[in-house]
């Protein structure tokens, strides 16, 4: 956690802000505290976003995906104002660090944790998809490690299954490339087969310390999801085929949540 710098508010709504814990492409997140005293994460969105209607709506959408899931498997709201000059939500504070953090810097996880790790957020992909929804930006920022088990958080690309609509305002990553599976970049229908690409490149990634398609720009990331196979690294037996089978280009030929 950082302190606070001059221009960061110290409160949002009804929580006394008491450090931030980091930062992105959509806004801040905070550590916050409520009067009665509870713990909380504070995600306040960049000033800038809160002029644009479409991210305001990409924000309220986010904040419904987040509720429909519940705290089984994500960080539960407990408090949001997406209508507020700047839109901010407050979730409860999940103590652990990100997948990102944890394998960085050559780190990486015992075989055994990979499995538990996989099986974890296979188990939360197979209750996201169950509620018709599509996390479409698991990354190893988004996944959380605690410990009873991994969370996956940032909702704010998810959209329902029956949907047709994509909010995509300028500026906004509809992904994460390295991540991303091939339909998304390519803009075709995106289904839950879409999370099971991403899994599959969490897994390298929690295994080996790099993302299945390594690369020094953008650009060169999204050209070897498409065309390129992916790198495994040192993974080997059974771990390095179910992440092969995740990666698979053909989102038809993909193992379901639950195979996983």
């Not at 993974?235 to 038809?252: N, T, Y």
């Amino acid at each position: 956690m950082q302190p606070l710098d001059d221009d960061e508010p110290t409160t949002v709504g009804p929580y006394r802000l008491l450090g931030r814990l980091g930062h992105g492409g959509m806004g801040r997140v905070y550590l916050g505290r409520s009067a009665g005293g509870r713990t909380v994460a504070v995600k306040v969105v960049h000033p800038h976003f809160a002029l644009d209607d479409e991210f305001r709506a990409r924000f309220r959408r986010e904040v419904d995906a987040a509720r429909r899931v519940g705290g089984a498997w994500t960080a539960p709201v407990l408090d949001a104002d997406p209508g507020a000059r700047v839109p901010w939500v407050a979730t409860g504070y999940v103590a652990g660090p990100s997948l990102a953090q944890a394998a960085r810097e050559g780190r990486t996880l015992p075989e055994h944790s990979v499995r538990v790790l996989g099986a974890g957020l296979a188990e939360a992909l197979a209750a996201v998809h169950g509620l018709g929804l599509v996390h479409r930006d698991v990354k190893p920022s988004n996944v959380l490690l605690t410990v009873d088990g991994p969370r996956l958080i940032d909702f704010g690309i998810a959209r329902a299954t029956e949907g047709t609509a994509s909010l995509t305002s300028t500026g906004v990553s509809i992904g994460s490339p390295g991540y991303m599976s091939p339909e998304q970049i390519l803009g075709k229908g995106v289904t839950g087969a879409a999370d099971v690409f991403s899994l599959g490149a969490v897994l390298v990634y929690a295994a080996t310390g790099e993302s299945p398609f390594p690369g020094d720009s953008s650009a060169a990331l999204l050209y070897k999801v498409v065309h390129e196979q992916p790198e495994l690294g040192s993974l080997s037996g059974e771990l390095r085929d179910v992440a092969a089978a995740c990666l698979a280009k053909d989102a038809a030929a993909r193992p379901g949540p639950e195979e996983v």
